[in-house]
């Protein structure tokens, strides 16, 4: 089951599913998507590997709100996967529990685990409480019981159609060449699933930092800077010659980060960190700056993609420069149709850069990690990539 049927869903996720022979079953949020999905056929289309494209037919979809259909195919898996989106794990985590409620009710409940595939913080606990939230003591502590709720890492981009001629099929999709998902084992209940594909790694937290730091951050990186030279392509803006001067050092930056507090192999991060490169550049890739900026506050927040390499950075006596440029750089961006944006917009007008510092990345505007962070706006200044602090 996958529960979301966007790029990552009906892409990436179906792509690795198909390579052990299974066919997944769709559950969307709305009703359009539903019936283009239902009884119809797509393709996966692999990024400069068309040969490896992949046909999905007869496809089944049912809405999400759907609960005996949700309880139905729950009864006959023991996988599921989110990729709806992290904001949309709380309402997800509503319509589980009432399939749980009904499984549970007609004596179906078994052991099952659900996978969140989702580029957020902490989704697993998201959904978990979600779901919990609306269960009774007794149905909470059948559900904990036989229910293992655990995360993923995904490494993979979808992106649209090149052009509107190379759509075969109405909800055709483009997914880079990646056959792999790592995926937190600890969470998990029962036996272990074997699949080609899927590698349930015990020590899960450090991947997820390598990846955080690594590809997270380079690629908001790009899209703040990218947007303040007024670029619109993700590979556009990694290959603009003064952004990828910056790239350079910020893969240095977070790399020795990475080597000094998680003591991993600096050769093994070396190519981790080409791979992050060589996939922001991939011009086959066709992403958006706006999709990357998209709700700069929480990508602000204290441990996230920005703020949480730089204080890590600092505490160890490191240079951060070129991941205290994108944070700079992400206190100035804009898309007005971009709620978020608009809202961190008007913090800086009205209250200033310091305040924001404050009071959503959780610094002191006379700490260190601020010092730091001003240091690279007068920068961004004096490139012209900004007008006034």
């Not at 030279?229 to 020795?256: F, H, M, W």
């Not at 600096?266 to 490169?277: L, T």
């Not at 066709?286 to 990357?292: A, E, K, V, Y």
Request: net charge negative; proline share 4%.
């Amino acid at each position: 089951m996958i529960l979301g049927a966007g790029r990552i869903g009906r892409g990436f996720l179906a792509r690795l599913l198909h390579e052990d022979g299974r066919d997944p079953v769709f559950f969307a949020a709305t009703d359009a998507t539903v019936q283009r999905l239902h009884g119809k056929t797509y393709e996966i289309h692999v990024l400069g590997a068309e040969e490896k494209n992949v046909l999905e037919t007869e496809v089944q979809a049912f809405s999400v709100r759907d609960t005996e259909a949700l309880a139905s195919q729950w009864a006959r898996t023991e996988l599921i996967f989110t990729a709806c989106g992290g904001k949309n794990l709380e309402a997800l985590g509503g319509e589980l529990a009432k399939a749980f409620q009904l499984l549970r009710s007609m004596g179906k409940a078994h052991v099952s685990n659900i996978v969140t595939c989702e580029n957020w913080k902490a989704p697993e606990k998201v959904l978990k409480e979600a779901i919990c939230g609306h269960l009774t003591q007794k149905e909470r502590a059948d559900f904990e019981r036989l229910t293992g709720v655990t995360e993923s890492a995904v490494m993979c981009s979808g992106t649209g159609a090149p052009e509107p001629s190379a759509l075969h099929y109405p909800m055709d999709t483009w997914v880079e060449d990646v056959l792999y998902l790592p995926v937190n084992a600890k969470g998990m209940k029962g036996e272990l699933p074997q699949l080609s594909c899927i590698e349930f790694l015990p020590d899960f937290g450090s991947l997820l930092r390598q990846k955080l730091y690594t590809r997270n951050t380079s690629i908001a990186t790009i899209g703040y800077l990218g947007r303040l030279k007024g670029l619109t392509y993700v590979a556009e803006a990694a290959a603009d010659p003064e952004i990828a001067l910056i790239l350079d050092e910020l893969y240095r930056e977070v790399s020795e980060i990475l080597v000094q507090s998680l003591g991993i192999d600096r050769e093994k991060q070396r190519v981790f960190a080409e791979r992050a490169d060589a996939k922001n550049r991939n011009p086959l890739i066709i992403d958006p700056l706006t999709r990357i900026g998209r709700d700069p506050i929480r990508k602000l927040s204290p441990e996230d993609r920005l703020i949480g390499p730089l204080r890590e950075g600092a505490a160890l006596g490191l240079s951060t420069d070129a991941i205290a440029l994108g944070c700079a750089a992400a206190l100035y961006y804009e898309d007005p149709e971009d709620e978020t944006a608009c809202r961190l917009a008007e913090l800086r007008r009205e209250k200033g850069t310091d305040y924001i510092l404050k009071e959503i990345c959780g610094l002191d505007p006379a700490g260190e990690e601020a010092k730091r962070i001003r240091r690279a706006q007068e920068r961004l200044k004096e490139k012209g990539w900004i007008q006034k602090l």
